[in-house]
């Protein structure tokens, strides 16, 4: 035992003669965990000695336990940052966090004694930190022995169990991973209405599985959460098998059928299951259910049966594939090549994936085809003399239709591109998305008749000589080459090409977003966008009102028509003044239960958590990048299963180290071992 007032062996004390110092009051103010003994004139640290008397370390001392007369306020910085500081803190929160759960049940305080092992939650840390870092689970052994090297109190304190071992770390991920979806369960149970996003990924054996999230809002704040649910693998099967899975996993976070508004499905693929009745399947259990299927970057602009029924399309992106293949391993110094070589990590294309690579969707990629196309041609006929290969796709390159297609992929891809972006916006405008699904169907529409700007001027840039041997026809050149295929036949049939394929993405976009789907937006962003409202007072009096009647009739489970059209007088006049507010700021002014409107208006606090639930948003589209990279990365590892899930969950979700509750996940993992629940991982 160290005596008051003295430090431990290795620590120096400032009682200097020569330069006398004295607390300073001002120091509490910046370390709220500083206490000073006014009798004794020592200083202490309250963090670490509440964790020394409730876990009974007496190895644990320190200077600030003991009482230090170095007033210095180097010293407490040093403190501050001390590991003996930071896990004081953490047995704290664990101590803190059980104290909260077991506050209803007074009873078990006398029964249970609480003891966290800084081992424990020294391993747990590691776990938690290697996944969200995507370090392999192989290297936890190495990474322990290393933090003992550096000294690790708790762990060089660790005494071996076979509970914690390097081995155990996929149990320990699904104690975690458990942790962090009960919080999910206690969010969508708080939650007034739920928002579901559905994604479909291909693994290295063409295995189909579902990553899912959920958007959520929060009575207490009117802030809105995203999660991840999982990643669920999907057996052979048609549109029900899709609906059943949703099924399946709403009833297991205990998802109400009533709750469910949104459903999006970020995924081409399932937007053809969708035509092919997924959205009636689930509408059938989810009376609320609006689907909004948004575009996301690379996602393929066509279902899948529209592309295989336009044949050239197949053809083309079979050309553009193997052109790819062919150069993108070639170091030569063409600029053309480096471009399509740039394109691949520019777009993270992985050309060993058995997933079909959409090109006609890749913007980027077409622009590289398009500026590189002189060069590939010349390239290709060089080869062609000994390369099948290169002659085949020599020959398709120089043909009009190749050429003039690309042209009409550069007029259509950026206008998708755009609409694309709106989407990933945090504080998105609902009010412009009814417009711009306009705008842009209608410019499709107008290009089958006067055709894109690219188009255009690819046609007028194209040098026409006459053909001696065959009267009446004539070639073409484009910026030097001539152009196969060119008859007023081949003309003709590029033109149909054109029609149908514009038809088809204009089709597409429009069942994405039908007109029951743009009207109801549009109405959220009449009645909750303050900036949509009219510029004087006098103009409000019939303002919103038709907009109005649509949401009451298409929720009117949940609203009191009558006593909503009743306040809406009122309504639109706070909302008048409240111009500076954002549609996202009000709506949360709204849900938040202990706020004046949310009293005042309970119909409109209803129809205002609706619209936050609403899956959009910048986090929403990070986290379903980020978790397509780790289904990626996963395929190399050969990972799959409730493990993958798991790993997939602490990376996306899991909070920062210093918020997570480790007690939680100690005991989640131990009960678990100890029941024998846990069903050993493929690794």
């Known amino acids: 035992m160290v005596p008051p007032g003295k430090k431990p062996a290795g620590e120096t004390s400032n009682s200097n003669k020569k330069c006398k110092r004295y607390f300073n009051e001002h120091w509490k103010e910046e370390f709220t965990w500083l206490e000073f003994d006014y009798e004794r004139k020592l200083m202490f640290c309250v963090e670490c000695r ?5 876990n009974k370390h007496g190895k644990a001392e320190n200077a600030f336990t003991v009482g230090t007369d170095n007033f210095q306020r180097h010293a407490l910085l040093r403190h501050v940052t001390s590991g003996a500081h930071r896990q004081a803190l953490a047995v704290n929160r664990e101590q803190l966090a059980f104290e909260t759960r077991v506050r209803g049940h007074p009873e078990l305080r006398s029964v249970i004694k609480v003891e966290v092992n800084p081992a424990k939650v020294a391993v747990l840390t590691t776990v938690y930190w290697m996944a969200k870092e995507e370090i392999p689970d192989e290297k936890c052994s190495s990474l322990l022995s290393f933090q003992k090297f550096n000294l690790c109190q708790a762990l060089l304190a660790l005494e071996h169990s076979e509970y914690y071992h390097p081995g155990s770390v996929r149990e320990m991920q699904a104690a975690i991973a458990k942790v962090l979806h009960n919080e999910d369960r206690h969010r969508i149970k708080a939650s007034p209405f739920v928002g579901l996003v559905v994604d479909e990924t291909v693994d290295v054996l063409e295995h189909r599985s579902l990553a899912m999230f959920t958007t959520t809002v929060s009575p207490c704040n009117g802030q809105t959460s995203t999660a991840f649910l999982g990643s669920f693998e999907l057996p052979a099967g ?29 995924s081409a693929s399932l937007v053809a299951e969708r035509l092919s009745r997924v959205g009636t399947a689930l509408t059938s259990l989810c009376p609320l259910l609006t689907e909004m299927h948004c575009l996301s970057h690379g996602s393929s602009l066509l279902p899948a049966e529209t592309i295989g029924t336009t044949e050239y399309l197949r053809k083309y992106e079979t050309t553009v594939d193997a052109v790819y293949r062919l150069y993108s391993s070639c170091r030569g110094e063409s600029n053309g090549l480096q471009e399509l070589r740039s394109v691949l990590d520019l777009c993270e294309i992985d050309l060993g994936s058995p997933k079909a690579i959409h090109w006609t969707s890749v913007f980027p990629a077409v622009e ?71 705008a842009t169907a209608t410019t499709l529409q107008a290009q089958q008749s006067t055709s894109g700007q690219n188009l ?30 060119c008859s007023q036949v081949h003309l003709k049939h590029f033109e149909r090409l054109k029609e149908t394929y514009l038809e088809s993405v204009r089709g597409n976009l429009l069942d994405r977003f039908p007109t029951s ?15 949509c409202y009219p510029q004087s007072l006098e103009d409000i009096g019939s303002y919103g009102v038709s907009e109005l009647n649509f949401l009451l009739q298409a929720y009117s489970r949940v609203v009191v028509s009558e006593r909503a059209l009743s306040d809406f007088p009122l309504f639109k006049r706070i909302v008048f003044s409240l111009s500076q507010l954002s549609f996202k700021d009000l709506c949360v002014k709204l849900v938040y239960s202990s706020s004046e409107m949310h009293e005042l208006f309970p119909d409109f606090a209803v129809l205002a958590a609706i619209a936050l639930a609403l899956p959009l948003g910048s986090v929403l589209a990070e986290k379903i990048s980020r978790g397509r990279e780790l289904l990626k990365r996963s395929r190399s590892r050969r990972m799959k299963g409730e493990g993958l899930s798991d790993l997939m969950k602490i990376a996306i979700d899991g909070p920062a180290i210093s918020e997570f509750d480790f007690a939680l996940a100690i005991e989640y993992y131990e009960s678990m071992r100890e029941s024998g629940f846990i069903v050993t991982q493929v690794k």
């Not at 509440?50 to 409730?54: G, H, P």
């Not at 099924?247 to 709750?259: L, Y």
């Not at 001027?457 to 910026?479: A, V």
């Not at 789907?517 to 900036?531: G, H, Q, R």
């Open 517 to 531: 789907v743009l009207e109801a937006i549009n109405s959220f962003s009449a009645i909750f966008n303050p900036k």
């Open 368 to 438: 590289a085809i398009d500026s590189s196309w002189p060069t590939l041609v010349v390239l290709l006929e060089s080869e062609a003399e000994h390369s099948p290969v290169a002659r085949g796709l020599c020959e398709e390159l120089k043909k009009f239709q190749f050429v003039a297609f690309t042209k009409i992929l550069l007029d259509v891809l950026p206008i998708f591109q755009k609409l694309s972006r709106f989407f990933q916006i945090e504080d998105f405008d609902l009010s412009i998305l009814k417009p711009i699904v306009s």
């Open 456 to 485: 255009q001027e690819f046609l007028s840039e194209m040098n026409e000589h006459p053909r001696d041997s065959r009267e009446g026809e004539s070639r073409l050149y484009y910026k030097g080459i001539e152009l196969a295929n």
């Open 50 to 54: 509440q964790a020394l008397v409730k």
């Open 238 to 266: 048609e549109a029900s098998t899709v609906a059943g899975k949703v099924g399946e996993v709403m009833r297991s976070f205990g998802i109400p059928t009533m709750k469910l508004t949104w459903l999006s499905a970020d």
